[in-house]
């Protein structure tokens, strides 16, 4: 009964090319025929005509827009989550005078003052395996004025001390998990503030297609991408704060450090510009992501510190629209 | 005795556990921790423990008076703090007993000692951390890094910052792309009648000599960035790439190889360049 109104002639399951217009009555439904092979083609043919329709729409819709010419109403915007996104009462804004002097005077401005040069001392935890070792050496090759040092069973808190007595500026902590770095503890010595990040989907440089020469000993050039609150601008200067300040335009490379929905994807590249309008580069460097966990004042302490910020899982991850960095 | 040839040796024992070389006897109050008939506390009548709670040891004795009441079977003695006194209490306490649980007897106290001390420096040393993950949530986190890895477009956002910032003129003078200049001069070529333009294309075709020189010293060394000063040198000249440009931009190929060797090819149909290539690449040779 409900096929009484599919074309007549159409019969059997690879029937001839449908015509252009087939005509489905509003009480037909494709899932109501029992023969699977009847039942997948009219399925197709359902389908084809959605997308011939939707095609009309769209081109009926583009000659009023042209015909309506400048008084045509202006085009619609997609929602993405970035549009979407939860309004952060700490966005900091470009020209706010608090943030500026609030920047002016923490613990990074004698660093943005050119007073500081970086030195940065880069260890891992216990006994670390291959994988970690090797990604701390790329990692001192991208990161200018870097020692790697082991630790064997040297506790934190007596390390620090004597990296300061010895003039560092940072300490990296890759913590690994199973012969893999999974976690990054980054603070800032004299007294800085440090900050706890889980690391993720971490590629070494023979892993990455396509890649270049090594890393050169120019100081790179540093991208922040998207780091709007305070929090992520706290976190950014952190960033910053590893690289000497002034680059080497000479050497062409440039460390990335982007924020996308509370992710931070780091990159090394190499760039080229082959016009005013186009440059090329080419990935360099090992690769890696980092989820930002805790925000420490001073340094590294985990039972007595002051935290900054907690990621805290059940307050802060129930919007999927809601950012933090 | 009886107790032994009964239980022990032959039927069941509820205690008892057999492995392939050895006996062992699970009960609590047992001495070495083997079944044998000198080590079981069921058979033997006369029998003496240490064992430790909370990090103290005590001394458990069993005697034959006390045989028909189960409750007050095991009597207890706290052994001292300190090693030497101890392994005198136990000495006084065991007095005329068998040399045999004696001297198990200190054996047991010195290991249970050494193991006590082993956990106390261990607490203060640094305690590894075991933190659970949670499978839900790390599938989660998975999914979400990969979708904001597609989202946020690194390649694009990255030129589109240096571009940027080469806009802003931070690069200095590094790069032959003034970008205003090039408009302007753009406009004038226009506006410009033919004759005067074909005075320019002369001159430019020199100036396209020399500049193709430049352009390609630049392509070649930057691959290797040993000669610095060839770059230095050219940026001094300062002579603004107009065709040059165009011309490396419609033989870009894809972005992430190597610098392109575009202008190689329109060396063939300048002869002129010849003799100026050859000394190029006798420098380079130099050089390299």
């Known amino acids: ?325 | 005795q009886v107790v032994w040839s009964m239980l022990g040796n032959r039927q069941f024992c509820s205690y008892k556990m057999t492995t392939k070389t050895q006996n062992f006897c699970r009960n609590e109050y047992n001495l070495t921790g083997l079944c044998n008939r000198s080590s079981c506390p069921l058979a033997n009548s006369q029998y003496a423990t240490i064992r430790e709670e909370k990090g103290r040891c005590y001394l458990y004795m069993k005697t034959i008076e006390r045989a028909a009441f189960p409750r007050r079977l095991w009597e207890r003695v706290l052994l001292n703090k300190n090693y030497e006194k101890a392994l005198e209490q136990i000495d006084e306490n065991l007095i005329y007993w068998p040399r045999f649980i004696r001297h198990k007897c200190k054996q047991r106290f010195t290991k249970i000692t050494q193991y006590l001390i082993r956990i106390r420096k261990l607490t203060l040393k640094r305690q590894r951390k075991l933190v659970p993950l949670r499978r839900k949530i790390e599938r989660r986190e998975r999914r979400r890094e990969e979708k904001a890895l597609i989202a946020a477009q690194l390649d694009n956002a990255i030129e589109k910052e240096l571009l940027e910032r080469l806009k802003q003129d931070t690069y200095g003078d590094i790069y032959n792309f003034p970008i205003h200049a090039f408009d302007k001069a753009l406009q004038q070529q226009d506006a410009e009648s033919e004759s005067e333009s074909d005075a320019e294309r002369e001159e430019e075709d020199d100036e396209d000599v020399d500049k193709r020189e430049f352009v390609e010293a630049e392509d070649s060394d930057l691959s290797d960035f040993e000669d610095m000063d060839k770059l230095e040198t050219s940026s001094e000249e300062e002579q603004e790439e107009e065709e040059e440009v165009e011309k490396t931009a419609s033989h870009s190929k894809s972005k992430g190889k190597t610098p392109l060797k575009g202008p190689a090819r329109r060396k063939r149909p300048y002869i002129e360049i010849e003799y100026e290539e050859e000394t190029e690449q006798t420098t380079k040779t130099k050089a390299a």
């Open chain 1, 1 to 325: 009964a409900g096929h009484g109104g599919t074309n007549a002639g159409q019969s059997g399951s690879a029937g001839p090319p449908a015509p252009e217009r087939v005509l489905f009555p509003p009480t037909f439904s494709v899932s109501e025929i029992k023969n699977k092979q009847r039942r997948h083609f009219m399925f197709l043919r359902w389908k084809q005509q959605q997308r011939k329709e939707k095609l009309a729409a769209k081109k009926k819709r583009r000659k009023e827009r042209e015909a309506l010419g400048d008084k045509a109403p202006p085009k619609a915007i997609p929602k993405t989550i970035e549009n979407q996104r939860v309004y952060d009462e700490t966005t900091v804004d470009p020209n706010d005078e608090e943030v500026a002097f609030d920047e002016a005077t923490d613990e990074f401005a004698p660093y943005f003052n050119r007073q500081t040069v970086p030195k940065i001392l880069i260890t891992t935890s216990d006994r670390p395996r291959g994988r970690t070792v090797r990604f701390c050496e790329q990692l001192a090759t991208v990161i200018p004025n870097s020692h790697v040092y082991y630790r064997r069973g040297l506790a934190l808190k007596r390390i620090i001390p004597q990296c300061i007595a010895r003039d560092f500026t940072d300490l990296i902590v890759i913590n690994e998990d199973r012969k893999i770095p999974n976690g990054l503890v980054l603070s800032h010595l004299p007294d800085g503030p440090t900050a706890h990040f889980r690391m993720s989907s971490v590629r070494l440089r023979k892993e990455i297609k396509r890649k270049g020469k090594e890393p050169t000993q120019h100081v790179p050039e540093v991208i922040l991408n998207n780091f709007t609150t305070r929090l992520g601008h706290s976190v950014g200067r952190m960033f910053a704060s590893l690289f000497p300040h002034d680059p080497q335009f000479i050497g062409r490379q440039v460390a990335t450090f982007h924020n996308q929905r509370d992710y931070i994807f780091f990159r090394f590249h190499r760039y080229i510009f082959k016009s005013e309008k186009k440059v090329g580069i080419q990935e360099l460097g090992p690769r890696f992501t980092l989820k930002l966990r805790s925000l420490q004042k001073g340094t590294f302490d985990s039972k007595f510190g002051e935290y900054e910020w907690i990621h805290k899982r059940r307050e802060m991850d129930t919007s999927r629209r809601k950012f933090h960095l």
